[in-house]
Nanobody, 127 residues
Framework: QVQLVESGGGLVQAGGSLRLTCAAS????????MGWFRQAPGKERECVAA????????YYADSVKGRFTISRDNAKNTVYLQMNSLKPEETAVYYC????????????????????WGQGTQVTVSS
């Protein structure tokens, strides 16, 4: 089983940037498609980005397209989420998640499809 640990969250002003990192241990991350989710207070958890095992394909929620970038380094067992032009309404706990798959080019965006989760990192965007 893979353990996931997120880092890089914090307090940033509106319009600022943060880079979240998800480090995996226990098993190789290359066996998993990966996703970044967020959950704001009182709201459901939503997928903001996902990436295939190969890193060749990505998905972004409409609300973050053009501002967020997901990437991965399988050699380092790490996944990243670069977040630019952050908005106050994007204040949330951000989670990375792993979806075991035998396909190098598939990815899923539903919370229930993901097998393992990190503990989350708080992102607060001030206005």
């Amino acid at each position: 089983q893979v353990q996931l640990v997120e880092s890089g969250g914090g307090l940033v002003q509106a319009g600022g940037s943060l880079r979240l990192t998800c480090a995996a241990s226990g098993r190789t991350l290359s066996n998993y498609a990966m996703g970044w989710f967020r959950q704001a207070p009182g709201k459901e958890r939503e997928c903001v980005a996902a990436i295939t095992r190969s890193g060749g394909s990505t998905y972004y929620a409409d609300s973050v397209k053009g501002r967020f970038t997901i990437s991965r380094d399988n050699a380092k067992n790490t996944v990243y989420l670069q977040m630019n032009s952050l908005k106050p309404e994007e204040t949330a706990v951000y989670y990375c998640a792993a979806d075991f798959t035998t396909s190098w080019e598939s990815m899923r965006m539903r919370e229930r499809d993901y097998d393992m989760w990190g503990q989350g990192t708080q992102v607060t965007v001030s206005s």
